[in-house]
T-cell receptor
């Protein structure tokens, strides 16, 4: 079974631009969560999607948004990029059974804002 | 607001020794407590997890101890090996909203 796939692996953008990151969950997984990982802040929860609906949201500004498609694939978008948005963005998928279950992470997208 | 506090930030252990990482949480609604292991260039991978209805869970060399009243849980790695050198994250979750500790960089010296 294929794991969680994130594309692209690396990205360099300029301040003020916007970026879209993609995540393909493990087949059969309906829950997709996004995290921002930085050396100073660790793993910060961005949001979680299930059945195309955002169920949970972390404490990030509105510049960070996401969506989920009917095939459970998810995208996250960051608009008006700032230098501080440079980070590893991780996506995790899990089987939704109504209780917390194991989250499987992708390898992440390394975003550098210059 | 950090909902899960993890310590120490870094840990150096001799091969064969015991590695202990501690975490504390604030939200009593959390009902799932996993530990993740992350190697450089990789995403975190689940190591072991526990639910609050048990006080201890062991899988091979890895053990979680859970103290519900103190809102604390810890990871013990017995017979630590150089291959265990990685960053470890504790986490706490409710309704698939998972919050992570800041991570512990473990180095196991041969």
């Amino acid at each position: 079974k294929a794991g969680v796939t994130q594309t692209p692996r690396y990205l360099i953008k300029t301040r003020g631009q916007q970026v879209t990151l993609s995540c393909s969950p493990i087949s059969g997984h309906r829950s997709v969560s996004w995290y921002q990982q930085t050396p100073g802040q660790g793993l910060q929860f961005l949001f979680e999607y299930f059945s195309e609906t955002q169920r949970n949201k972390g404490n990030f500004p509105g510049r960070f948004s996401g969506r989920q498609f009917s095939n459970s694939r998810s995208e996250m978008n960051v608009s008006t990029l700032e230098l501080g948005d440079s980070a590893l963005y991780l996506c995790a998928s899990s089987v939704e059974t109504g209780v917390n279950t194991e989250a499987f992470f992708g390898q992440g997208t390394r975003l550098t804002v210059v | 607001q950090q909902q899960v506090k993890q310590s120490p930030q870094s840990l150096i252990v001799q091969k064969g020794g015991i590695s202990i990482i501690n975490c504390a949480y604030e939200n009593t609604a959390f009902d799932y407590f996993p530990w993740y292991q992350q190697f450089p260039g990789k995403g975190p991978a689940l190591l072991i997890a526990i639910r609050p209805d048990v006080s201890e869970k062991k899988e091979g060399r890895f053990t979680i101890s859970f103290n519900k009243s103190a809102k604390q849980f810890s990871l013990h790695i017995m017979d630590s090996q150089p291959g265990d050198s990685a960053t470890y994250f504790c986490a706490a979750s409710v309704n698939n909203d998972m919050r992570f500790g800041a991570g512990t960089r473990l180095t196991v010296k041969p």
